[in-house]
């Protein structure tokens, strides 16, 4: 005969075979996804290639600069090699492992026929040089299949923008005659902040420094200078330079006549005028007195951030604003001329599977470690709030359009 014990005993054991049937596989599921974020494909460091391996890590956490990269490497030298190095450092991987940055920065020579010195370099300077390069490759070859598709008779879209070019404007009123000057727009690619040479600031503060209306005395304004001219000529000719439009070139002997004296005070205002879809700043730290130094101050940046266009002067005639995320940072220790640089990068979203339990989902948000801090071949998971502690040492930012 069975006993009570027995019954519950063997109870028990069916009830655990059917938990671990219906739960186990989700689980190990979701922990091989898991895993798959704990390592990410670092960078050998030979001789002071820190200044590379944090802009290539920082650039392969932008998956819209990837995506253009996928659509658009082919013909072109350098984007060919960026996408090649970056598709390796996006590699799913399980366990540490490293590549040499070499093959990729050996295209960057030889597209400008010169060698990278195995000295300091500024991470900056790179970067900007990297991203100009693509830049000019993709308007060469969209200038080649228009002037293909203009042969043939054919009209297709020869239109391609790369994500991380924007347009500032600058608009110039006078004060005193109230003349606008027409609307100035200048590309850019990373957009330089000045960092103050105070204690702390935010990264709004720096961005107002250089987006905003300023006040500046003792301005050459042609407008004035054309009516001081008129007003100390005598008739017709008065009436004719009252006619001429201060704000087009005017001819060579009426501009040499122009007092030098006559000077003003005007508002120039800086807007954005387009908006990239990768915006990338640079927080300047450099301080040039009897030598160069390095600004520490603490700048604090959000995790996500909401750019605007100047309305009255703006570009584009239907995106006003966009919302930005941060996905990769890259921080410099030390001196103006020697130091370290590292970089934080964000995770892949973890696509973890629906019939995950839904403890282990939150588990997995509690660690919260979405991000991973990369110093060359060496990393480690960390998290956001380790990410936006870096405010003394934060050197270049990536934002990424949500």
């Known amino acids: 005969m069975i006993s009570d014990h027995t019954h519950l005993t063997v109870l028990a054991l069916v009830v655990a075979s059917v938990v671990l049937y219906v739960f186990v596989p989700s689980l190990s599921s979701y922990n091989l996804a898991e895993s798959e974020t704990r390592h990410t494909v670092g960078l050998y460091n030979r001789a002071n290639d820190c200044f590379a391996n944090s802009v290539l890590q920082a650039l392969s956490a932008s998956k819209r600069l990837n995506t253009f990269l996928n659509r658009h490497y082919e013909g ?54 990297i991203l100009e390069t693509v830049d000019a490759e993709n308007t060469e070859s969209v200038a080649a299949r228009s002037k293909l598709s203009s042969k043939d008779k054919e009209e297709p879209d020869t239109t391609v ?79 004719k330079l009252l006619e001429l439009d201060p704000t087009d070139e005017l001819p060579f002997d009426i501009e040499a006549r122009l007092p030098k004296s006559v000077t003003s005070t005007i508002f120039r205002s800086t807007g954005l005028a387009v908006l990239p879809d990768v915006l990338i700043l ?53 001196t103006h001329s020697a130091g370290h640089y590292e970089c934080f990068k964000r995770k892949p979203a973890l696509n973890a599977p629906e019939s995950t339990l839904e403890n282990v989902q939150k588990s997995h948000k509690s660690q919260a470690k979405d991000w991973w801090q990369i110093s060359d ?25 949500i």
């Open 76 to 129: 072109r030298n350098l984007t060919s090699a960026l996408k090649t190095i970056l598709d390796e450092l996006n590699r799913t991987i399980t366990e540490s492992r490293s590549i040499s940055p070499w093959p990729f920065l050996h295209v960057l020579e030889k597209v400008y026929n010169s060698r990278i010195t195995r000295s300091q370099h500024d991470a900056h300077e790179l970067l900007h040089l």
């Open 161 to 239: 923008d790369v994500p991380f070019k924007g347009k500032t404007i600058d608009k110039i009123m006078c004060e005193r005659c109230r003349a606008v000057l027409p609307a100035r727009s200048t590309d850019f690619i990373v957009l330089t902040l000045p960092v103050p040479q105070t204690s702390s600031t935010d990264l709004q503060s720096c961005l107002s420094s250089v987006l905003g209306t300023e006040r500046i005395s003792d301005y050459g304004c042609q407008s004035c200078r054309l009516r001081a001219l008129a007003s100390r000529t005598t008739e017709p000719e008065k009436s």
């Open 282 to 334: 640079h927080l300047s730290r450099s301080i040039y007195n009897a030598g160069a130094t390095r600004n520490s101050c603490r700048v604090s940046y959000p995790e996500q951030l909401t750019l605007y266009t100047a309305l009255s002067v703006a570009l584009e005639t239907d995106i006003r604003s966009k919302d930005y995320k941060l996905v990769a940072l890259v921080r410099h220790k030390g």
């Open 377 to 401: 071949s060496k990393t480690w998971e960390c998290t956001t709030s380790e990410v936006l502690r870096q405010s003394r040492y934060a050197y270049l930012l990536v934002y990424e359009r």
